[in-house]
């Protein structure tokens, strides 16, 4: 059974650091791109990142640009996305994902986390 | 960076009912068109994926078309289950872009 598990959500201050973890079972990790989607309180959904599945290319939005970091271990199938100097309007749910697209569409591979609460405030 | 509008807003209907929501995209993304419904509280579950490919598992009363620009989802006859938000995404090309979405409520 395929399974995506995000971690690391929480409160953090605006200007403040966090790290959020998603861990994948259940699927050949390395041959997928990983996608981090986020979606503010009440607002409609957000692609913030993508790795590919060797790790070689990342691609960010540019609300994250410069402050948010993607990166894979695929030895222990886990992607991580460092988020710097986090401001107010970063505050969402963060799901991972892994979904159709150019780089691979495999039939009925389409998953995505159950999403970590990221609130930035004072 | 490919814009995706999505159609309408918000929508009004009564079970039992023929929906369609539209998504146009800014400049041709293929077949690379997935749409998405999500509940409160829940992440986005897929329904059709490339456009107009069924997603294991999905009622087959949900269809897609389209390529290129223009791609649409049909409900052909609603369930009280349907309502819900409704999300276009397109894949084809980095950043990745949703549609402003779609709130499907009851009538």
């Known amino acids: 059974e395929v399974q995506l598990l995000e971690s690391g959500g929480g409160l953090v201050k605006p200007g403040g650091s966090l790290r959020l973890s998603c861990a994948a079972s259940?699927?050949?990790?390395?041959?997928?791109?990983i996608n981090w989607v986020r979606q503010a309180p009440g607002k409609g959904l957000e692609w913030v990142s993508s790795?590919?599945?060797?790790?070689?290319?990342?691609y960010y939005a540019d609300s994250v640009k410069g402050r948010f970091s993607i990166s894979r271990d695929n030895s222990v199938n886990t992607v991580s996305l460092q988020m710097n100097s986090l401001r107010a309007e970063d505050t969402a749910v963060y799901y991972c994902?892994?979904?159709?697209?150019?780089?691979?569409?495999?039939?009925?591979?389409?998953?995505w986390g159950q999403g970590t609460l990221v609130t930035v405030s004072s | 960076d490919i814009q995706m509008t999505q159609s309408p807003s918000s929508l009004s209907a009564s079970v039992g009912d023929r929906v369609t929501i539209t998504c146009r995209a800014s400049?041709?993304?293929?077949?690379?068109l997935n749409w998405y419904q999500q509940k409160p509280g829940k992440a986005p579950k897929v329904l059709i994926y490339?456009?107009?490919s069924f997603h294991s598992g999905v009622p087959s009363r949900f269809s897609g078309s389209g390529s290129g620009t223009d791609f649409t989802l049909t409900i052909s006859s609603l369930q009280p289950e349907d309502f819900a938000t409704y999300y276009c995404?397109?894949?084809?090309?980095?950043?990745?872009?949703f549609g402003q979405g779609t709130k499907l409520e009851i009538k």
């Open positions: 994902a892994v979904y159709c697209s150019t780089t691979r569409c495999y039939p009925n591979f389409d998953y």
């Open positions: 259940g699927f050949t990790f390395s041959s997928y791109d």
């Open positions: 790795i590919t599945g060797n790790g070689i290319r990342t």
């Open positions: 400049q041709s993304i293929s077949s690379y």
């Open positions: 490339a456009g107009s």
């Open positions: 995404l397109q894949s084809y090309s980095v950043p990745h872009t």
